[in-house]
Structures are given as structure tokens and as C-alpha cells.
């Protein structure tokens, strides 16, 4: 068996990283934080602020000047960063080895496609605002080229984006464009519950044609079940289960708890 040998020093002054929200005060936090979530560390994460935080907060001088060299030579932050973790032995040569090789997968993709992961990720991960960016960006740049598949899901992760920080009218109106791309019924659901959560919300006559007798009464069944299980619990979850990016699960919640989720949403803001 063998054994990795961990620094110990603590950085007085942490390093904060936006995309997960929390503080680092060793080189163990910070390879840990790469190699679970290497999404979050591509494209611009490492800077002089990250090198000055490893030479002066972590005492590694020595790599901070190779990772400074690296960066003026214009390398990129996923090859900066491995790096430095092969410097820290914080994990081994495999493990980083397959890291390299899923980064290197990643970058292969077309760069729609890859910058829609990042996004999701950044969804994923509870950054909403930097998703909606993310996806706004690629919608921008994508042309008319662009895959009408692609697209669809890039527009239904907007609205689901959207709708888990209440800005339900923009939700529908990015549900709207990715029907337009998918033609699912999934996305005409949550434009439904939009409708239902929300009176100020107004479905387009054309989808209220295409909402069949039966389909409102199973959507509306399934809305009353979700509010029943939500007043019968002291704990809630976020109206995200409903806006899941590939399925409608479940809508923890109904109308009357909106006004709570978004004093909720305030307070963790």
C-alpha cells in the first residue's frame, strides 16, 4: 500500500471559486475541487490571482513560477492546473491521467457542444445566472447552421434556468422557441405548470388548442398530488425537480408556496 504525503499548510487568506461557491485553504481542496468538477476549471480560470494565492497562501513558490510561466506562454488553465496537481500528490499518476484524457475528450467536441456543457454544469451546480449567460451566448454565436436538435435543448435549459429563479415569463418564452426546435410534449408540460404556477403567464392559443381533455387532467392531478406532498412536508425542494433538463419529474409545490420559494431564493441570494 501506498501512501500519499499531503501538505499541511493552510492559506490565511482562502481562495474563493465562484462556479461552486466555496473557499479553499489547501492544495488538497483545490485538487479535489478540479478533479470532481474539471468543467468549472477550463477556459480562463487560472490567472495571477490563482498563482500569487499558491505562492504566498499555499508557500509553493516553486510551482507558482512554473504555472506563471505556463500561463504567459498562453497554455491552458486544464493543463496549468494538471500541473499543479502532479506537483501536489494528491493523486496519482492514473487518476490524472484519466482526467487528462476526459478534458481531452471534452475538447474535442464540436464548440457548440462543448460550451453547452459547460452551461449545464453551471446549471447543475446551482449557478443559474452564469448558465443563462452561457446558454445566451451560444444561442448568439450559433448561426443558422446550427444544429435544430441542438439548439431545442440549448433553449429548453434556458427556460428550465428561468423558471428555478421565477422569471416564469422568460421560462415560457424559452420553452416556446425550444418547442418550435424538439416538437415535444415534455416542454409543452412545463409550460403548462408555468401557466398554473403563475396567472400572470399566458399560454400561446395554439398550445392550449394542442392540450388535450385527458393530458390536463393528468398534468392537473399531478399538480394537486405534488401540492398535497408539499403541504404535508416541513422541507420543500426547490421548484427545480419540476424543470429537470431532459424530463418532467414532479412538482414539489403548488401556487400558494411560489411566494415562500421566491423569499427562500432571496435569502440565499
Not at 116 to 130: H, M, P, S, T, V
Not at 152 to 170: D, E, M, S, T
Not at 180 to 194: A, F
Not at 196 to 224: C, G, H
Amino acid at each position: 500500500m501506498s501512501v500519499i504525503v499531503c501538505r499541511q499548510k493552510k492559506a490565511e487568506h482562502p481562495f474563493y471559486i465562484e462556479g461552486l461557491g466555496i473557499h479553499i485553504h489547501s492544495s488538497q481542496e483545490l485538487c479535489y475541487a478540479v478533479y470532481h468538477h474539471p468543467l468549472l476549471f477550463t477556459d480562463g480560470f487560472v490567472d495571477q490571482n490563482l498563482v500569487e494565492f499558491v505562492r504566498e497562501e499555499l508557500g509553493m513558490g516553486f510551482v507558482a513560477a512554473r504555472m506563471e510561466q505556463r500561463l504567459k506562454s498562453g497554455d491552458r488553465s486544464e493543463e496549468i492546473l494538471l500541473l499543479f496537481m502532479q506537483e501536489c500528490d494528491y493523486y496519482t499518476t492514473a487518476e490524472l491521467n484519466r482526467l487528462r484524457q476526459n478534458l481531452g475528450a471534452l475538447r474535442k467536441l464540436p464548440p457548440l457542444e462543448y460550451a453547452k456543457k459547460k452551461a449545464d454544469y453551471l446549471a447543475e451546480c446551482g449557478q443559474y445566472g452564469r448558465a443563462i449567460t452561457g446558454y445566451r451566448e451560444i444561442l448568439d454565436a450559433a448561426g443558422d447552421k446550427a444544429d435544430e436538435q441542438l439548439i431545442g435543448r440549448i433553449w429548453n435549459n434556458l427556460g428550465a434556468c428561468y423558471a428555478r429563479i421565477f422569471q416564469f415569463q422568460k421560462a415560457v418564452d424559452a420553452f416556446d422557441k425550444a418547442y418550435g426546435k424538439k416538437k415535444d410534449q415534455k416542454i409543452l408540460e412545463k409550460m403548462y405548470y408555468l401557466a398554473n404556477l403563475s396567472p400572470a403567464v399566458q399560454l400561446k392559443e395554439r398550445y392550449r388548442s394542442m392540450i388535450l381533455e385527458d393530458m390536463s387532467e393528468r398534468w392537473d392531478k399531478t399538480f394537486k398530488e405534488a401540492g398535497e406532498r408539499a403541504g404535508e412536508s416541513r422541507r420543500v425542494k426547490e421548484i427545480e425537480e419540476l424543470f429537470e433538463k431532459d424530463s418532467v419529474k414532479r412538482l414539489e409545490g403548488a401556487a400558494h408556496l411560489v411566494e415562500e420559494w421566491k423569499e427562500e431564493y432571496r435569502n440565499m441570494a
